[in-house]
T-cell receptor
Framework: ETGVTQTPRHLVMGMTNKKSLKCEQH?????MYWYKQSAKKPLELMFV???????ENNSVPSRFSPECPNSSHLFLHLHTLQPEDSALYLC??????????????FGPGTRLTVL | QKEVEQNSGPLSVPEGAIASLNCTYS??????FFWYRQYSGKSPELIMS????GDKEDGRFTAQLNKASQYVSLLIRDSQPSDSATYLC???????????FGTGTRLQVTL
């Protein structure tokens, strides 16, 4: 595997379900991100993990719960979602630091549909 | 005022022409600037990074940065139908790990 991988690629879930999105990066980076992309909107940063610590949480509803067990893996746990949460969820990674330019590389995304 | 602004398009150019995509940003402390290409239904792909004023060329792509005017652009020479995509401008400011994205410009290269 190379780059950033995400599973599953497509997910359909009901509002009462619990599911998790998985992201893995094979680039040796130390920062990972979750973004949400909805139609006609810019990419919305949801969470940032740097050196396995959450450094940013952009007022995301508690029905989204991130987990970063190590610098290569990132999860997004989903529960009691709403139809408006249907979107493309993108994971990215970068090398973060004082001397870093923070080039972010994206995974293929998970297309989530909430019924 | 939006932090990163792009014209949503579509920008239509004939095959073989130069496509010019523009982006302005509001934070004068911005340090790094990126262009991503996103095909419909796919994830963004990093195509250019630029960090200092002037031009940076990579194949058919040239990124231009003018920090005084808070302006960054992407030129695509000899445009091909395969260049048809949405181009996202992203700016690295302030918070160490955060990029701010524009809404993207949709480019259509016509035969």
């Amino acid at each position: 595997e190379t780059g950033v991988t995400q599973t599953p690629r497509h997910l359909v879930m009901g509002m009462t379900n619990k599911k998790s999105l998985k992201c893995e990066q094979h680039l040796g980076h130390n920062a990972m991100y979750w973004y949400k992309q909805s139609a006609k909107k810019p990419l919305e940063l949801m969470f940032v993990y740097s050196l396995e610590e959450r450094v940013e949480n952009n007022s995301v509803p508690s029905r989204f719960s991130p987990e970063c067990p190590n610098s290569s893996h990132l999860f997004l746990h989903l529960h009691t979602l709403q139809p408006e949460d249907s979107a493309l969820y993108l994971c990215a990674s970068s090398q973060s630091g004082v001397s870093s330019y923070n080039e972010q590389f994206f995974g293929p995304g998970t297309r989530l549909t909430v019924l | 005022q939006k932090e990163v602004e792009q014209n949503s398009g579509p920008l239509s150019v004939p095959e073989g022409a130069i496509a010019s995509l523009n982006c302005t940003y509001s934070d004068r402390g911005s340090q790094s600037f990126f262009w991503y290409r996103q095909y419909s239904g796919k994830s963004p792909e990093l195509i250019m990074s630029i960090y200092s004023n002037g031009d940076k060329e990579d194949g058919r792509f040239t990124a231009q940065l003018n920090k005084a005017s808070q302006y960054v652009s992407l030129l695509i020479r000899d445009s091909q139908p395969s260049d048809s995509a949405t181009y996202l401008c992203a700016v690295h400011t302030g918070t160490a790990s955060k990029l701010t994205f524009g809404t993207g410009t949709r480019l259509q290269v016509t035969l």
